[in-house]
């Protein structure tokens, strides 16, 4: 354990480790859209800027990217360092204006609108709250390994979709993308078997059934790929049930074993 | 392009670094676009994802994922070029070529071809020839101090025969 200093506070932290998890431990709000603990610090979102007044490489730099170090000491509101993440709140309001996640950030900063050209397109995939921080491209190929979707375009015309913007043949639907995403821009539907990820060019993954209750629960190729991420011996059994079932039927057990009853499977 | 001519460029890249792009600029020189079934056929071989051959295609402008005419008239959009009249080159191009008027303002982007193939209309972004300012490329020539008049004149010198059926 080492001792950084966060705006005159001492707090322990793990060597090398993100000063922005260091800050959120001790309750330190700093701003950031591209940091998922997952995945290693990338610098993309450049939100979390913070000064460094001690340490190796004095100045502005990224909190996410920043390894804690015995004895280094950030300020995290310096006057300069809010005048820049002003300056980018207004350049993500005019990428994502309908981002409500952005829009809150600006209200805190006070900020009412953008000086920016404001891109909206009314038939935005990801409903003109992509900030292209991204998250998703990296969760879905470094995490889960599908590689489904991937910026497209350069430039001001970048944008997140799936290759031709066809149907995803290796999308497992598993969602995951939506949940990192930092500006919910993500859209997904499950519809009794099927699940549709509208925004990546409709993709439809089918669902899987619970076998006591028949509910379509989780998706199939979701389901398939977690299987075999279990040992070899637990691949038999089936992830047959649904969430709900489950737990009842873990209950059920227990009070059959509780009352010395012979379990029958 | 076949199986067995991409695996021919492939073999030429052992190396992991620069291979994806080094492949890529191969399948576009000979086949003058990268074909999407080649680049299906390259996902699976070189084992990533199709994703991400997309992304870098779609990111280089050297790359195209369509067949381009036998002349490519390249239209720079650049600063200079664009407050000296490239938008009205562009337009007088479309005319004269027959080919999507007005769909090439949307996203700033465009690459339209002839329906005989013999030329594709596209931009780029400063060809570093500001001072002749609008500048034209068509294959590897360049022309400057383009106005829409000199257009035909140009064109000719490509085989270009004309819109007999219009006036302009
Ligand atoms: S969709 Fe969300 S996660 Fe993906 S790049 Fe855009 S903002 Fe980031
Ligand atoms: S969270 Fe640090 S740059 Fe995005
Ligand atoms: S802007 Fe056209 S050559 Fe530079």
Redesign the pocket.
């Known amino acids: 354990m080492i001792r950084v200093v966060i705006n005159g506070k001492a707090c322990t932290a793990e060597k090398g480790e993100s000063l922005l998890s260091v800050a959120r431990r001790k309750g330190i709000d700093i701003p950031a859209?591209?940091y998922e603990e997952t995945l290693a610090p990338y610098g993309a979102c450049r939100m979390c800027l913070v000064e460094v007044v001690k340490g190796a490489q004095e100045g502005i730099t990224t909190a996410c990217t920043l390894a804690a170090a015995e004895g280094l000491e950030v300020l995290t509101q310096t006057s300069e360092i809010v005048s820049l993440r002003r300056a980018l709140i207004e350049l993500y309001l005019a990428q994502?204006p309908r981002s409500e996640a952005i829009r809150a950030l600006a209200q805190r900063y006070g900020i009412q609108k953008t000086r920016f050209a404001r891109k909206v397109r009314p038939d935005d995939p990801?409903q003109n709250?992509?900030?292209?921080?991204?998250?998703?491209?990296r969760i879905c190929h470094d995490v889960m390994g599908a590689g489904a979707i991937n910026y497209i375009g350069r430039g001001h015309f970048t944008e997140?979709n799936t290759p031709f913007y066809e149907e995803s043949a290796v999308c497992m639907g598993c969602g995951a993308?939506a949940r990192?995403?930092?500006?919910q821009?993500?859209a997904f539907e499950d519809i009794v078997q099927t699940r549709t990820m509208k925004?990546w060019s409709g993709t439809r993954v089918p669902l899987h059934a619970c076998s006591k209750c028949g509910r379509h629960f989780a998706p199939a190729p979701f389901v398939n790929y977690a299987r075999q991420k279990l040992a070899p011996d637990l691949q038999q059994t089936p992830l047959r049930l649904c969430p709900d079932c489950r737990s009842r039927e873990i209950a059920r057990k227990a009070v059959l074993l509780s009352t010395g009853a012979a379990v029958a499977d | 392009m076949d199986a067995a001519q991409l695996d021919t460029i492939v073999e030429r890249y052992p190396g992991a670094t620069g291979r994806v792009l080094g492949v890529l600029e191969q399948v576009q020189r000979r086949a003058g676009y990268l074909p999407r079934d080649a680049l299906e056929y390259l996902a699976r071989k070189l084992a990533m994802p199709l994703s991400e051959l997309y992304s870098i295609a779609t990111f280089y402008s050297f790359f195209t994922l369509e067949a381009l005419g036998e002349h490519v008239v390249t239209v720079c959009m650049g600063t200079a070029c664009h407050v000296n009249g490239a938008p009205r080159i562009v337009e007088r191009l479309e005319r004269l070529l027959d080919v999507g008027a007005g769909e090439t303002t949307g996203d700033g982007k465009f690459q339209l071809t002839t329906a005989d193939h013999a030329f594709s209309l596209t931009s780029a972004r400063c060809f570093g020839a500001c001072s002749m300012a609008p500048v034209l490329r068509i294959d590897n020539r360049i022309f400057g101090y383009v106005t829409p008049d000199k257009i035909p004149a140009i064109l000719r010198q490509f085989d270009w025969e004309g819109n007999h059926h219009r006036n302009y």
Do not use: D, K
Request: aromatic share 4%; proline share 5%.
């Open positions: 859209f591209c994502a990801l709250r992509c900030i292209l921080c991204g998250l998703c491209v997140i993308c990192v995403c930092p500006t821009a993500i925004s």
